[in-house]
């Protein structure tokens, strides 16, 4: 499995962005797919993440009313939409996905498949 991921930038407070992830190679036995993010000096850790068949999902508490994770089966690409961003979402993003089990851990070192990470910044 190949992950890109790309839309991060720089936003104000309160500001959105998307991100995408372009998944390509054995899409169809890719079970789950989430996004982490990494503050510096900060453990990677678990934003959102999808089932890619069921849709089921969960949120990390800091962000849940806020981000919207969603994949489209068409164009093989996981999205996850920011809304009322905070200068504590400040990282680097990254987009992961996973194989033979429809859990969704919290914990990075499950996930095998990851994608280079796309840096969000937000200004106060």
């Known amino acids: 499995v190949q992950l890109q991921a790309s839309g991060g930038g720089l936003v104000q407070t309160g500001g959105s962005l998307r991100l995408s992830c372009a998944v390509s190679g054995r899409t169809l036995s890719s079970n789950g797919m989430g996004w982490f993010r990494q503050a510096p000096g900060k453990e990677r850790e678990l934003v959102s993440a999808i089932t890619w068949r069921g849709g089921s999902t969960r949120y990390a508490d800091s962000v849940k009313g806020r981000f919207i994770i969603s994949r489209d089966y068409l164009k093989d690409t996981l999205y996850l939409q920011m809304n009322s961003l905070k200068p504590e979402d400040t990282a680097v993003y990254y987009c992961?996905?996973?194989?033979?089990?429809?859990?969704?851990?919290?914990?990075?070192?499950?996930?095998?498949?990851w994608g280079q990470g796309t840096q969000v910044t937000v200004s106060s």
């Open positions: 992961a996905s996973r194989q033979g089990s429809t859990r969704l851990p919290e914990n990075s070192n499950e996930w095998p498949y």
